[in-house]
């Protein structure tokens, strides 16, 4: 059904098709109040985040490791990734559980190596029946995803697991997404700027999970690693390659003592040369042309340096 507006201040009816009806223009306006609020309302609610995350810094100095506490806020449930140092990390989870801020339900781990998973078996003393997510060999492990398997943090925080075997055989990437929030927690296989030693694989191995399974997230999913390891790799992307992209990369690692979260999975196509092994500058550095060829150069001259 066609209908004219009355233009009320204007006194007269303004017609967009020639029509018997005429509807008052305040009726029409609040129609069309209700119809956009509820708009207005429905988007914002897709674009309200549930998902929080909150670095833990451990040995700083030394290791330079980070735990993880993802929380889905909508529930209160929360996963600590790696807490492999549990006097720096369960005093915070026992504030926030204290506090009512979150509902601790397991224990994530990228690998079994002590520095990330080390810490399982005191934090489960301390918070009683926590699942134990993670690679085969972790401690105390009692759910390994396979790959490409998911799972959910609360109600809004989906998470999928990545196998990336390499640095260990056990190693597990968690890319998570809260509506178009989108992260992945790297481990020690990709760190800002690198990437993990090759101790139980190697570099065809490394090659898949860096520019084959994690290169194909969408490129703006911000990256968390285990380890503040920025100042040093970009140390050696610089003596590969003088690209603006590294060169924007030891700017801010020169500025800043905290790089994780601050950069993505498409920043790390362009200023990792781990991620760049298709790229014929990095070929040049190297003196070889196959991918598989050029990660290892790459990784050899890293351990040299």
């Not at 968690?174 to 990437?195: A, H, K, S």
């Not at 050696?236 to 030891?250: G, H, M, R, Y």
């Amino acid at each position: 059904m066609t209908f004219v507006i009355r233009q009320i201040h204007l006194g007269r009816c303004t017609s967009f098709k020639s029509s018997p009806h005429c509807l008052d223009s305040s009726l029409v306006m609040n129609f069309l109040r209700t119809q956009l609020s509820g708009t207005s309302s429905r988007l914002l609610k897709s674009q309200v985040r549930a998902m929080h995350i909150q670095s833990i810094p451990m040995w700083t100095g030394k290791g330079n490791n980070y735990a993880y506490l993802v929380t889905d806020e909508s529930t209160k449930k929360s996963v600590i990734i790696d807490p492999a140092n549990p006097p720096e990390v369960a005093p915070e989870l026992k504030s926030q559980i204290a506090s009512g801020k979150i509902d601790l339900t397991a224990i994530v781990n990228t690998h079994h190596h002590w520095d990330h998973a080390g810490g399982n078996n005191d934090i489960l003393k301390q918070f009683k029946g926590l699942q134990v997510i993670g690679g085969k060999d972790c401690a105390s492990v009692t759910k390994t995803p396979a790959h490409g398997e998911e799972f959910k943090i609360g109600d809004r925080i989906s998470v999928k697991a990545l196998h990336t075997p390499c640095h260990t055989q056990d190693s597990v990437c968690y890319y998570m997404q809260d509506g178009e929030q989108r992260v992945v927690f790297t481990g020690d296989t990709l760190f800002i700027g690198g990437c993990g030693r090759f101790f139980e694989g190697n570099a065809k191995e490394m090659h898949k999970a860096l520019n084959e399974t994690l290169a194909a997230l969408p490129d703006d999913t911000k990256v968390y690693p285990g380890h503040e390891y920025t100042k040093a790799n970009v140390k050696f992307c610089i003596a590969v390659s003088q690209s603006e992209p590294i060169k924007k990369l030891q700017a801010f690692a020169e500025k800043n003592k905290e790089t994780q979260g601050k950069f993505t999975i498409g920043d790390e196509k362009l200023h990792n040369v781990f991620m760049r092994v298709n790229d014929p500058e990095i070929q040049k550095v190297t003196g070889k042309t196959d991918p598989v060829d050029v990660m290892t150069a790459l990784r050899e001259m890293k351990n040299a340096m």
